[in-house]
């Protein structure tokens, strides 16, 4: 066994003791500022800017490897108690080199964090990744989960369910997509209305006349339908 390998087999603690010693040196108070300003001091920051974090952890995973089964998600849960925002920035780097090898046992795990700390930063690559990963292999499972989120009280949990097709191009359930967004187009949440307007956005790349026409005859905010037609409108 490697030295990587038997590094991706410590103990979640351990590796995550790790991982936020190996991150702490390159704290920038200055860069940390803006970052908390950016989102509305909402977490705290270590000042560490995406170029240069993505950098770091693929030193450290080339070092330590990435761990998996329960390991990996006791690890994402530590590293989302941790207080700044890095560290979860870290997690979901950890949880998109796994994406291929999770599945519907993680979807318990995947709710826990969107609902945790949640903000667009970390929901939207929750939602389009993983989750919309583990589902494309399920599809049986999608319209539990869809109608579950789309109908809790959680905003973060209703822009998922809005979400998870975002990369399915030609494989989205049109449809679903369609009474989803029926169901919350009244909503005066800022993150539901532009869920609904990313999501038509996305899809129009792929049939512009279906959105277009779901757009005409649906009832939605000035914001959904700006954000709906944007592409469209720009390639025409």
């Known amino acids: 066994m490697t030295t990587k390998e038997k590094s991706a087999e410590l103990e979640p603690q351990i590796y995550t003791d790790k991982l936020e010693a190996w991150l702490r040196p390159y704290a920038d108070e200055e860069k940390a500022g803006p970052m908390r300003a950016y ?93 919309g990963a583990i589902l494309s292999r399920r599809p049986d499972l999608i319209e539990t989960y869809a109608d579950r989120w789309i109908n809790s009280d959680s905003m973060w949990l209703q822009r998922t369910a809005l979400l998870f097709q975002l990369r399915y191009k030609s494989g989205t359930d049109a449809e679903l997509l369609f009474r989803l967004i029926r169901q919350c187009a009244d909503s005066k949440e800022f993150f539901i ?44």
């Open 39 to 131: 989102m509305r001091d909402q977490f705290a920051f270590l000042g560490i800017r995406s170029p240069e974090l993505k950098q770091l952890m693929r030193e450290f995973i080339k070092e330590h490897g990435i761990p998996v089964g329960d390991r990996l998600q006791e690890t994402l849960r530590m590293l989302w108690r941790l207080p700044e925002r890095e560290f979860q920035y870290a997690a979901l780097v950890l949880l998109d080199k796994r994406e291929r090898t999770l599945s519907a046992e993680h979807l318990a795990l995947l709710e826990e964090l969107i609902v945790t700390k949640p903000w667009w930063d970390t929901v939207d690559l929750l939602a389009g990744h993983a989750v």
């Open 193 to 236: 209305g532009k869920a609904i307007g990313w999501a038509l956005r996305e899809y129009s790349k792929t049939d512009e006349t279906a959105v277009r026409r779901f757009v005409a005859v649906t009832a939605l905010s000035p914001l959904s339908a700006r954000e709906a037609l944007k592409y469209m409108d720009r390639k025409r």
